[in-house]
């Protein structure tokens, strides 16, 4: 039997003994995707996450593993420069892979459909998602762009237990998944792997290029990106990235922390999903947390788990000052609160210390932003100076709307916004009346 490395691992599949887990000779009917490369690779981690978070189940082989590899491609052939190699299911490699190369392989690539459309959703987290959905189920023709799976952050939590109607909670993978099944259905368009570039006015509607050069036209765009991760300044630390140090907490490394030592970077909800996540894999796990206390930003029903779990360390006021690593991490060097300097060792280190608004490809086009780079919306425009010159219309901005007439912002990229979950669906739903009353300024909805 041939075991899979599947996307969202809740639990880790048993396979016989004396078989290798990677089984030429008796692989499935249907074949998979198949990664080599090494662990410590940026490219062979962002393929890793880009098909977890899609939900693609793939198998990874460390390029060294002769027995794995045999049948598959010969080492000589496989220099550290064509790395990470991928077999696609039909057999075709991809070396080196990229994942824009890999999502076009397994036919995740679409081209729009239409030359102009209502709404142009600029990401495919709850915002954005909502707004497709609502958008498509009331006739508009929408669009969403997304760089890399449907979800955005929230689509990596482990768990959202205080989401309204899943008492029992629902997982950020699964809610996104729903959410763009349901979107589609109602004929919205989801466009994945090509991040947006560049937005232009061509009139009164807006065009945005994507990064492989295709053009999607809409009368209104709705800016729902969210937001990236904050980046810890400690020396040496980006020159681990992929190579024991993660931002964020993506599904597709939980397993590779089985039996190891974990540290997680964070204070707030993000943090705490992350820890019980790796809690079910990993042997310790120890949560980081700058602030005296879980309580400030985190909420309550994480702060009760993750103090609950046997094998997880919370160490408060405590902050990161050196990192110790070879080709990969090996351990870190922390100050607590009385300066004192402590050695812990782990295999892998997550940093979830909140967002800065993820703006790429907006910022020729002349969006008002705030002092931290947020998008300002609404009634925030009007209050804060300079923001409205040139605002070409009678009326004032509609709330969620730019300084730029039907332009929309919606969700953890807006200024002020409320950074939950729920709070950026109901921005996302709102967002589409919203739009309806700019499409009946353009002139009435087609």
Partial sequence: MWTLQV???????DQPPGRSMFDYDARPATPQVVLVGYRASAAGYGIRDFLSRNRVPYEWVEADDAERLRGLV???????????????????QLAPATVEGVAAGLGMVAAPSLAEYDLAIVGAGPAGLAAAVYAAS???????????APG???GTTSMIENYLGFPQGISGSELATRATAQARRFGAEILLARPLVDIATDGAAYVGRLSDQTVVRARTMLVASGVDWRRLEVPGL????????????GPSEALTCQGGRVAVV??????????VRFSRYASQVTLLVRGPTLDASMSQYLVDQVTRLPNVDVRTSTEIVEVDADTRLRAVVLSAGDHAHVRLSVDSLFICIGGVPRTQGLSRIGLAIDEAGYLRTGAELARSKGMLDGWPLARPPLPLETNLPGLFAAGDVRSGSIKRCAAAIGEGSMAVALVHRRLAELGGEQ
């Fill in 238 to 249: 980006d020159d681990l990235l992929d190579a024991g140090v993660y931002y964020g907490a």
């Fill in 7 to 13: 996307c969202e691992p809740d639990a880790v599949t």
């Fill in 266 to 275: 964070g204070g707030g909800n993000s943090a705490g999903q992350a820890v």
């Fill in 74 to 92: 010969d080492r000589e052939q496989l220099p550290a420069d064509r790395l990470p190699l991928c077999v696609l299911p039909d057999g075709t």
């Fill in 138 to 148: 009331e006739g508009l023709r929408a669009v969403a762009v997304e760089a890399v």
């Fill in 152 to 154: 955005g952050q929230a």
